[in-house]
């Protein structure tokens, strides 16, 4: 018993330790995807006569704002979890710990499958992207190890002396969040979005080749004493003249993953003019991704040095939004009047700008140069 509880233990601590690493290498991912759960359940509890929805709404509202912090949090605690239970620290807590923590993941896993809303529940981030039903089925799986770990704990030894456990659970601590500061001050180490160095965003834009589509049938409703029965359009009953019509519907009797990985990235100018296909056929251009202008002045100095080697060596420069005109209007305070700013959807604009701004280097619409503002000389050196 002692090798099956320890085989588990290894098992559940590594699954745990690489969930977290996987997600902390992209803090921001798990956060927009746990505002798309908050956004969801938002919009139930406005429909519902719940006698708390009014304190819960305000609950998620609350989560949704700070989701960033949250996604930190709940990233560093996986790894964390992880590294003690392998060390076999705290036993009791440690194990409950984990309990609680699968609990909250196998709701939201069998949330995201029931409510068929979620493709993906971001349970390993983008990079290792899992179908709801098997992240409910993988959490589950955990969710019964953890309990075998609960009952059979008196098996669990701590390994190292008490000295060296602390200490790698404090070098644990340092690392899972001082990680994910890092990478929320520059960009992930491994870049799994369609955004990501050497991909063409025009292909990007495009259906994968081999993506399955969603299938549809027409469907033919009859009523016949009393009850209502639906019939394929081509394989009406023999004696469907006996029946009487009552409508016709599709009904969709497949769902497909014919999506492309870019959607909704379209570059309008505040004059009305499209730039999209135009920045995309450039020799060479280059693109900041801003989500917001509050930090300006922060990231200013860079972005004005970039943009006057831009100008200098005639390389289309555009400032990429949702928040345009707001932005040209900050610039020009700011003394860059010539800026040309662009309005583009907030999904795309958050997958390209996990540090606000991101600066992208374009040729001919591929993607050969993706750095965080303050490393913008990168692609000065370029131009």
Known sequence: MRIAVNTVRILVGVLFIVSGLVKANDPHGLSYKMQEFFEVWIASLETSTFFARTALMSLFHFLTAHSLGLSVLMNALEIIAGVALLLGWWRRGVLYGLLALIVFFTFLTAYAFLSGKFKNCGCFGDCLPIPPLASFFKDVALLLLIIFLIIFQRYLQPLLTR????????????????????????LPIADCLPFKKGNNIEAQMKIPAGAVTDSFATVMVYAKGG??????????????????????????????NAEPPIKGFSLMGLDGNDYTMPVLYEPKAVLVFA??????????????????????????FFVVSHLASEGKIQLSAAGLPDVMV??????????????????????????????????????????
């Open 163 to 186: 000295q060296g456990r602390l200490f790698v659970l404090a070098v644990s601590v340092v690392f899972a969040f001082g990680f994910q500061q890092l990478m929320l001050r520059n």
């Open 227 to 256: 009850k209502e029965y639906e019939f394929d359009a081509a394989k009406l009953p023999d004696d469907w003249a006996t029946y009487k019509y009552v409508r016709m519907s599709t009904k969709q009797v497949r769902k497909g």
């Open 342 to 383: 662009v309005s583009c959807d907030i999904t795309p604009v958050r997958s390209a700008a996990r540090v606000n701004p991101t600066v992208y280097l374009l040729e001919k619409g591929t993607v050969t140069e993706k750095v965080a503002y303050h490393r913008a000389d990168r692609i000065i050196k370029r131009l």
């Open 291 to 316: 989500l917001h202008f509050r930090d300006l002045n922060s990231w200013l100095p860079d972005i004005k040095a970039l943009y006057e080697k831009a100008r200098k060596q005639n390389v289309p």
